[in-house]
């Protein structure tokens, strides 16, 4: 995979936003999307079954519709992984079910960053990941 085009300030807000998911960390993740973001899920990615995509805004919206994933009632191992599409921040968002071996694809989600915070968050289906040099499942 080819190195980013990206400056230090985004190579910094994906270390910062990759150990926010990964930490559960809500305050860290308000600190890092902006007021008014925005999140849009592909039919099937980012934890939306859905059959068509949803969208939806604002930072605490935001928040509440990931409390599942973030603060689960039983042991859900989440990771993620950073990469790069189109030159923006990008994470792999894997999953291991309670008994699992491994966890498994989410979903690919791209960042976009506006005056040094997220302002969209695109998830795509899983599928996508080893096309961006991320394994299925880790």
């Not at 995509?53 to 599942?68: C, F, K, T, V």
């Not at 309670?98 to 599928?127: C, H, K, Q, W, Y």
Request: aromatic share 6%; net charge negative.
């Amino acid at each position: 995979m080819a190195a980013p085009v990206a400056d230090r300030a985004e190579r910094e807000l994906l270390d910062r936003w990759v150990a926010a998911i990964e930490g559960s960390d809500d305050d860290a993740l308000r600190a890092l999307l902006r007021d008014d973001a925005r999140v849009s899920h592909q039919a099937g990615a980012g934890g939306h079954t859905g059959a068509e995509p949803s969208w939806y805004a604002g930072r605490e919206r935001i928040l509440d519709a990931w409390a599942p994933l973030l603060h689960p009632t039983g042991p859900l191992a989440v990771r993620a992984l950073p990469t790069w599409a189109n030159r923006q921040p990008t994470v792999g968002t894997y999953l291991r079910m309670p008994g699992a071996p491994r966890r498994t694809g989410l979903g690919l989600t791209v960042l976009t960053v506006a005056d040094g915070v997220v302002s969209e968050v695109a998830s795509f289906d899983a599928r996508l990941l080893p096309d961006f040099g991320l394994p299925a499942e880790c």
